[in-house]
């Protein structure tokens, strides 16, 4: 019989990998509560009509992407593609915005059931953050600098990039908007029935495509920055005069299109080309408006969320691998004898109790000592703890440092003093 596999494109995260998403996402928890963010945590499967409300109807997300089934209820439920729309959902229905302005973060799984290819999966993990109720470009520029911060902690700012648009208020766009699907349907018999859909429903899709054919067209079509009024110039002025004055580097790109719908103002995405083809790590920007669109009051908000598959990929390929050299502090060997083995139970608690901060790996084989050193080594050893029939009897344990190749043999009551002076507690 043929092993069962996981699904195309969702996959197991192992040990090699979940070692890199501990430490970032601790990182992350760290950075944004230090901050002022609190954690949310939200269903992964919400009702189809959230999304199709916030994402927007001729995004590829909602006609392409999303799982959606049936429940026996015959509600449509969807698994979540992105946290921003339930994210926003849970603030209009447990009121959070009544008395206070937010700062939120999440973590966890998304699915978007997307041609799976290196760094494109259809079950991924995002790291997100949603500050609510804040008007005004400096909430977009701390959404800016603390994933810059992010990226100089995971020592991988040489290899991503930011790209900063601005598209303007909804009305600004609108007319852009217009402009752009006049100007792409003198062109019409350049573009295929999937872009001819595109110039009807969502023309600035056009704009970032990688078809090499239609680029001449593109350089000559109006950009956004054209169509902003006095006010918004002042405010995208006002975020790259702070972006200079914080020394973060930059490229505004007019042809900038975020594959969501609910945007307005300031988008941004900071992307790679270190993984082969151009890659964004994280998007994000601001949208004032999705929380009036989905039932609240009316309230600004901004927000990004990282792809961590991708920021791991990242890392993997620079070679942070350093970070990870965790070695064992101490292993215990004990002959095959079950009665000293349960002594070796009885050392491992006996330390942990008395020195919580070191890591005891027991080794509870039935191999011969020269295996069991084999292993020791290979869990990077510092401290070996061997127990023998013999010793045992009066108490004795040999304490071997791998490092320095001396050996000791103590008593029982002895070797908390030993540790503490090895590993410097
Ligand atoms: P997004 O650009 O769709 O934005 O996704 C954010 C990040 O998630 C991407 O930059 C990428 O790193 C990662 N990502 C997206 N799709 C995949 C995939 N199929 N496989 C692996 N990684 C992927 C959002 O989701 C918005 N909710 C961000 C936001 C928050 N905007 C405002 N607030």
């Excluded at 752009?180 to 110039?199: A, C, G, M, V, W």
Aim: glycine fraction near 4%; aromatic fraction near 12%.
């Amino acid at each position: 019989m043929k092993n069962i596999q996981s699904i195309r494109g969702i996959h197991d995260s192992l040990p090699n990998d979940t070692i890199y998403f501990q430490y970032i996402e601790n990182i992350f928890k760290n950075l944004v509560s230090n901050y002022g963010y609190h954690e949310i945590r939200l269903p992964i499967l919400e009702y189809t009509v959230l999304f199709l409300q916030s994402i927007g109807k001729t995004t590829d997300v909602i006609n392409k992407e999303m799982y959606t089934f049936v429940d026996k209820n015959k509600n449509k439920i969807t698994l979540r593609p992105e946290g921003t729309a339930g994210c926003i959902r849970a603030t209009i229905q447990h009121k959070l915005l009544y008395k206070k302005k937010q700062r939120l973060f999440y973590m966890g799984p998304m699915f978007r059931r997307e041609r799976p290819q290196k760094g494109r999966y259809r079950q991924f993990h995002q790291l997100g953050a949603e500050v609510l109720g804040y008007e005004g470009p400096k909430i977009d520029i701390e959404l800016i600098v603390l994933t810059f911060r992010l990226w100089k902690i995971l020592k991988i700012n040489k290899y991503i990039f930011l790209e900063i648009n601005f598209i303007g208020s909804n009305k600004e766009y609108k007319k852009y908007e217009k402009e752009l699907t006049t100007f792409f349907q003198k062109h019409e018999n350049h573009f295929n029935e999937d872009y001819k859909k595109r110039i009807k429903n969502n023309p600035m899709r056009i704009l970032d495509t990688k078809n090499l054919d239609i680029k001449h067209i593109i350089d000559d079509a109006p950009i956004i920055t054209d169509f902003l009024n006095e006010k918004s110039r002042i405010y995208f002025t006002n975020i790259c005069n702070c972006l200079d004055l914080l020394n973060i580097p930059y490229t505004i790109n007019p042809y900038l299109v975020r594959g969501l719908d609910y945007y307005n103002y300031t988008i941004f995405e900071w992307v790679t080309y270190n993984l082969g083809s151009k890659l964004a790590i994280c998007g994000g920007g601001r949208y004032n408006h999705l929380i009036e669109k989905l039932g609240g009051k009316e309230n600004p908000a901004a927000g990004f969320a990282i792809g961590l598959e991708r920021l791991t990929l990242l890392m993997q390929k620079n070679n942070s691998n350093y970070i990870f050299c965790k070695s064992t502090d101490i292993y215990i060997i004990s002959s095959n004898d079950d009665s000293i083995k349960n002594k070796a139970i009885l050392l491992s608690e006996y330390i942990r109790n008395i020195l919580p901060s070191l890591q005891i790996i027991v080794n509870y084989d039935n191999k011969n000592l020269k295996k069991k050193f084999i292993q020791a080594n290979k869990h990077k050893t510092k401290i070996v703890l061997l127990l023998d029939k013999e010793k045992e009897k009066t108490q004795l344990i040999t304490l071997k440092n791998l490092i320095t190749n001396e050996q000791k043999i103590l008593h029982k009551n002895e070797i908390i003093k030993n540790l503490k002076f090895i590993f410097n507690l």
